[in-house]
T-cell receptor, first 112, second 115 residues
């Protein structure tokens, strides 16, 4: 089966750093995505990892360890607008399909 | 703005009815995906089309069907609606159909309420 686990909720302070973890067990692995979703809005792409290591993109970084089935999203210099749900999604298959398996998301609340 | 459009934005209907949700992908994108997002669940993949052909199926009920037309827009048909079908329905598009870095761009969603 396919399983992706993330914490349900997290709280952090404006200006701080927060790390959101994601573990996965899938039938295959061909990449991991992080998306940001504000309430009632569409998910928007944040990052993509397919090889082990850290990908940095401004205030956001994403890390992947394929051997551990583990990823994290690191958000630095938190801003109030970062309050949102963060979705971890795995692309388990190669070839002819782009089917993504999503976790249930981590709701991050940034407090002043 | 992702470039993916969905209509209608909101839809309220009764149990037993049938509705059609429409999606236009980003210009140049050949793949279209449909997702369902309920309050207590994450995004659930329903179905994918590529250039008019079905490519992958997820947790899509038999009461639901979809198609992609020659102009690449897609429609998701939901019939014999039940209360539990109330959800946000997202359409996403991507340029191709293979490769893990084929980023999916999401539309604004259609909020379906079944009364």
């Amino acid at each position: 089966g396919q399983n992706i686990d993330q914490p349900t909720e997290m709280t952090a302070t404006e200006g701080a750093i927060v790390q959101i973890n994601c573990t996965y067990q899938t039938s295959g692995f061909n990449g991991l995505f992080w998306y940001q979703q504000h309430a009632g809005e569409a998910p928007t792409f944040l990052s993509y990892n397919v090889l082990d290591g850290l990908e940095e993109k401004g205030r956001f970084s994403s890390f992947l360890s394929r051997s551990k089935g583990y990823s994290y999203l690191l958000l630095k210099e938190l801003q109030m607008k970062d309050s949102a749900s963060y979705l971890c999604a795995v692309f388990p298959h190669g070839g002819a399909t782009n089917k993504l398996i999503f976790g249930t998301g981590t709701l991050l609340a940034v407090q002043p | 703005d992702s470039g993916v459009t969905q209509t209608p934005k909101h839809l309220i209907t009764a149990t037993g009815q049938r509705v059609t949700l429409r999606c236009s992908p980003r210009s140049g994108d050949l793949s279209v995906y449909w997702y369902q997002q309920s309050l207590d669940q994450g995004l659930q993949f329903l179905i994918q089309y590529y250039n008019g052909e079905e490519r992958a199926k997820g947790n899509i009920l038999e009461r639901f069907s979809a198609q992609q037309f020659p102009d690449l827009h897609s429609e998701l048909n939901l019939s014999s609606l039940e209360l539990g079908d109330s959800a946000l329905y997202f359409c996403a598009s991507s340029a191709g159909t293979s490769g893990g870095n084929n980023e999916q761009f999401f539309g604004p969603g259609t909020r379906l309420t079944v009364l």
